[in-house]
């Protein structure tokens, strides 16, 4: 097994992807997001536990209707399945590294911008739904 030792605050303070995985195995995900001013990552949920640090910029996270503010050198947990969203608030790019456990992520996650990683998800849920109505003989 090999082990996974990385500077973390170094990948992603040089990180341009909205959203880039850097590491994945059965248990873990670690991927790295860069959010523009202004940019967010939209409300979501995830089956997994979520920890979050911010290495660069000014944000505010919404973790189950409660705001707070964020910035560099601080962590927050979101629990599996708890509502969130996370908000650049600042003048320059959001960094950040995210830590899923089980991963959450499509493997190998890699979108260069926002727009990429909604058409990404959108491609899945729509191939879902078609998946779903051949189970379901529609």
Known sequence: MAIFN??????????????????????????????????????ESHRADQSTFFVEGEGQAIV??????????????????AEHNIVNKGTTPLKLFSVYAPPAEPAGVAHKTKEEAEEAEEGFISRAAKKAKEIVGG
Do not use: C, R, W
């Open 6 to 43: 990385k500077d973390m605050v170094k990948l992603a303070s040089g990180n341009d992807f909205f959203q880039k995985e850097v590491y994945l195995d059965k248990q873990i995900q670690i991927v790295l997001m860069s959010l523009k001013p202004g940019e967010e990552i939209g409300m």
């Open 64 to 81: 189950d209707g409660h705001s707070t503010k964020v910035s560099g050198n601080h962590l927050i947990v979101i629990p599996k399945g």
